[in-house]
């Protein structure tokens, strides 16, 4: 197994002294001889923070986890069976092919987790975040899923037999994708619920936006906002660079040549939108819904940051783009794995250096 102890930690997570790194090591060996023959101890990190730790392939059956932080934690082959993880945050955190049989992750936040592979069988995820995780062949059956949102989820492949689904929150890309695999989500699961914008409300904000960019962050304040509603709007020439529009929908409108460069959309509800002659470079767009959305001439190559000297690629990894009008639009470089394009108009449209595999065309 891999030691806490030989664990680097993810960008973004916390630096730990020798003394926490032994202190954890120190629980998962007595842990370990807890399993064996009840000696040693259980291990419980509850409402720790271990945030970016490597525990790939260890043992921790039935250890007490609740609201334990597990963001970008590599936990690949982890057993976490019949663990308690109610209101844990393992968001971004790596569990190919975790072992969580008869675990409880009520609650919990699984936001972008990867579990390709997992055994989840008769695991506890009521009411659990899983938004834009990865469940690809992960076997969830006996599973109870009530009331989980699962916005931008990938459940292709998933085996969901006698999974109990009632209520599920489930995006319009995430059913489309769903019945394209064949994967039946039942007849109660619910629309996601968001919070209706007024015209006047978005447009005080987007005013406050464009001056935080002509000022480089020193006025104004950033358009920020998650699980919104926008209202039809004409929005030509508008500058949103660098906007947070995370889990919205925009009720259409005329987006005509707006500048969306690094935009965050991830998840977003776009269809129908009009965004011909926009400029998404590096844009993040992953498993957004743009089916019948008009990109004509639209801009998605890569965005170049002059801090880090590197390019950013626009991410539409699994967007849906069913029937959209993509006329000379320009992908090059952009990351379009597992997306969606059957029924798209490509006409001139350029593709230069784009990721493609899996495209579900």
């Not at 490597?54 to 609740?66: C, H, P, Q, S, Y």
């Not at 039809?232 to 995370?246: E, T, V």
Request: proline content about 2%; hydrophobic content about 45%.
């Amino acid at each position: 197994m891999n030691s806490p102890r030989d664990s680097a930690p993810a960008n973004g997570s916390r630096t730990r002294s020798a003394d926490d790194l032994h202190d954890i090591l120190m629980a998962v060996r007595l842990h370990q001889r807890w399993l064996k023959n009840n000696q040693g101890r259980r291990a419980d990190f509850s409402n720790q923070d271990l945030s970016g730790i490597n525990l790939a392939g260890v043992d921790l059956t039935g250890a007490r986890m609740k609201g334990v932080v597990l963001s970008d934690a590599n936990l690949a082959g982890t057993n976490l069976s019949e663990t308690d993880l109610r209101d844990a945050t393992l968001n971004r955190a790596q569990m190919q092919e975790a072992q969580l049989c008869g675990a409880d992750a009520s609650g919990a936040k699984l936001v972008e987790a990867s579990l390709d592979r997992a055994n989840l069988g008769k695991a506890k995820l009521v009411g659990g975040d899983l938004t834009g995780a990865d469940l690809m062949d992960a076997k969830l059956q006996g599973a109870d899923l009530g009331q989980a949102l699962l916005i931008g989820t990938d459940l292709l492949g998933a085996d969901l037999t006698g999974a109990n689904l009632s209520r599920v929150v489930v995006d319009s890309a995430t059913i489309a994708q769903c019945r394209a695999a064949g994967i039946v989500l039942g007849d109660d699961i619910v629309a996601p619920s968001y919070r209706a914008l007024t015209i006047q409300e978005f447009v005080t904000a987007l005013i406050r936006h464009e001056l935080w960019v002509a000022t480089n962050g020193e006025s104004g304040a950033r358009l920020d906002l998650d699980m919104a509603r926008v209202p039809f709007l004409k929005m030509k020439g508008r500058k949103l660079a660098g906007a947070r529009l995370h889990r919205c929908q925009i009720q259409g409108g005329e987006w005509h040549g707006v500048d969306l460069d690094m935009v965050d959309l991830a998840y977003a509800d776009l269809s129908g939108i009009d965004l011909n002659g926009a400029k998404l470079r590096g844009a993040n767009l992953r498993r957004a819904n743009l089916s019948h959305a008009s990109l004509v001439s639209a801009v998605l190559n890569p965005a170049h940051l002059e801090l880090s000297k590197r390019a950013s690629p626009t991410n539409l990894e699994g967007a849906v783009l069913s029937n959209a009008d993509l006329t000379s639009a320009i992908f090059n470089g952009a990351n379009l794995r597992r997306a969606s394009l059957d029924g798209c108009a490509v006409t001139g449209t350029l593709w230069q250096g784009a990721q493609m595999a899996s495209v579900r065309k």
